[in-house]
């Protein structure tokens, strides 16, 4: 019995041994991995070109030093809340030119289109770019109805001289002159006037849906300022 007992504990102690070398293997072979790379921030999935980067969206992955890139990002706070420029394939690295934090480019499947004056009812006071909007279709002899499901986003405000609506303050003009991206973003957010043209993104279907209502005079657009403009990552209370 104790001959057993001792070929038991031998094999549990050889078994317990080789257990520990190998998580030591393990371990510093993860060290020396972690040691030769980077961590950069890469998307969870695949993210469209025009939409919002959200925490939940991000993490990160190890890349060889060999491989890294100056332009790759490696903290995700910077990355979320940015809208991407390009789409991003899931685990690719982020670099820095492929997004930005100015959200009046049109998405992939959109175009800017300039909505024409006698196409429209009425314009809510102080709707400014980067907004969002609801659209109502009104005709005379039909109840009035919402044109979308969604929201869409203003692409720019302009007046009857089709000069882009500006803050007197801090000229739009003037920011792009001395290559200002920061304040120039900031004087098209903070701009209040008279608004004639309204430049929005839509997709080719939204656009064509909107043209075959407006087009005979018979309905008009009603654009009217939404909420959702307020929930952009707390972005735009905090600019108003």
Not at 56 to 74: N, Q, T
Not at 113 to 134: C, H, L, M
Not at 159 to 186: C, K, Q, T
Request: glycine fraction near 8%.
């Amino acid at each position: 019995m104790s001959k057993r007992r001792n070929t038991t504990i031998s094999i549990v102690a050889a078994v317990l041994s080789g257990t520990l070398v190998y998580g030591l293997f393990q371990l510093q072979r993860l060290q020396l991995e972690q040691r030769d790379t980077v961590a950069v921030v890469v998307p969870k999935r695949f993210i469209d070109a025009g939409e919002r980067l959200a925490e939940g969206d991000l993490a990160y992955r190890f890349v060889p030093v060999d491989s890294f890139d100056e332009k790759m990002l490696r903290d995700v706070k910077l990355a979320s809340g940015m809208e991407t420029i390009v789409p991003l394939g899931t685990n690719e690295p982020i670099l820095d030119w492929k997004i930005n934090k100015f959200r009046l480019l049109p998405a992939s499947m959109e175009s800017t289109f300039q909505i024409p004056r006698e196409y429209i009812r009425s314009i809510s006071n102080g709707i400014r770019a980067g907004d969002k909007v609801t659209l109502y279709v009104s005709g005379e002899n039909e109840p009035s109805r919402r044109l979308f499901g969604a929201a869409v986003t203003v692409a720019s405000v302009k007046s009857a001289g089709n000069v882009e609506i500006d803050n007197m303050h801090n000229p739009n003009l003037l920011s792009l002159a001395e290559g200002d991206r920061e304040r120039m973003y900031a004087s098209r957010r903070d701009a209040n006037g008279m608004i004639d043209y309204i430049n929005l993104n839509l997709s080719e279907e939204q656009w064509l849906e909107l043209d075959g209502l407006c087009k005979d005079g018979a309905r008009k657009l009603v654009v009217a300022f939404s909420p959702e403009s307020l929930h952009v990552g707390g972005e735009a209370e905090a600019e108003r």
